[in-house]
T-cell receptor, first 117, second 112 residues
Framework: SAVISQKPSRDICQRGTSLTIQCQVDSQVTMMFWYRQQPGQSLTLIATANQGSEATYESGFVIDKFPISRPNLTFSTLTVSNMSPEDSSIYLC??????????????FGAGSRLTVL | DAKTTQPTSMDCAEGRAANLPCNHSTISGNEYVYWYRQIHSQGPQYIIHGLKNNETNEMASLIITEDRKSSTLILPHATLRDTAVYYCIVRVKGTGGFKTIFGAGTRLFVKA
């Protein structure tokens, strides 16, 4: 499996500003995913980011609010734009590994905890 | 939406086996069942997966019923550090391919 580094690990942001979260993987991967976890809730998939193509967003998430870059097979960024207190969450990057058996397993970063004041 | 249902929470005594059930009645023949757990303030951690046969690794065992409509994750000797939210997952097919959708999971409390 891969080792995933996310930056920042946490941040406190002002309303109306934007923050970019970086996800670095120690090996090349095709499938990367961004999740959000609001306080006390489960994980919600924001988008799938594949290298060389536009990110695919889930219902309720739009590119203008959460622009994603995937410049190569080891790196991705998620920007949370024009933040409001409702964006206070943990944002998690994950990558998918295909096993020989045909299974696909996710590895997660430690997450980026954002607090918007 | 998640394709699985799990109890909201469970308790287990330290040292005893923790048996976490999961229903996945709509699973298709070639879909795997995956289990992850999330310890407080950490990213989710993969535990185990299975297709038809029972599986065991260093962390847990996975028992899948013959009709594949349900499964049970077994932590054979639960410790306090196993207190976490456990997610049972069957991947969902979307426009961009398969994706992992998390339900609410089961919050396991291991008590001394």
């Amino acid at each position: 499996s891969a080792v995933i580094s996310q930056k920042p690990s946490r941040d406190i942001c002002q309303r109306g500003t934007s923050l970019t979260i970086q996800c670095q993987v120690d090996s090349q991967v095709t499938m990367m995913f961004w999740y959000r976890q609001q306080p006390g809730q489960s994980l919600t998939l924001i988008a799938t980011a594949n290298q060389g193509s536009e990110a695919t967003y889930e219902s309720g998430f739009v590119i203008d609010k959460f622009p994603i870059s995937r410049p190569n097979l080891t790196f991705s960024t998620l920007t949370v734009s024009n933040m409001s207190p409702e964006d206070s969450s943990i944002y998690l990057c994950s990558v998918e590994w295909a096993w020989e058996s045909g299974a696909n397993v996710l590895t997660f970063g430690a997450g980026s905890r954002l607090t918007v004041l | 939406d998640a394709k699985t249902t799990q109890p909201t929470s469970m308790d287990c005594a330290e040292g005893r086996a923790a048996n976490l059930p999961c229903n996945h009645s709509t699973i298709s023949g070639n879909e795997y069942v995956y289990w992850y757990r999330q310890i407080h303030s950490q990213g989710p951690q993969y535990i185990i997966h299975g297709l038809k046969n029972n599986e065991t690794n260093e962390m847990a065992s996975l028992i899948i019923t013959e009709d594949r409509k349900s499964s049970t994750l077994i932590l054979p000797h639960a410790t306090l550090r196993d207190t976490a939210v456990y997610y049972c997952i069957v991947r969902v097919k979307g426009t961009g391919g398969f994706k992992t959708i998390f339900g609410a999971g089961t919050r396991l409390f291991v008590k001394a």
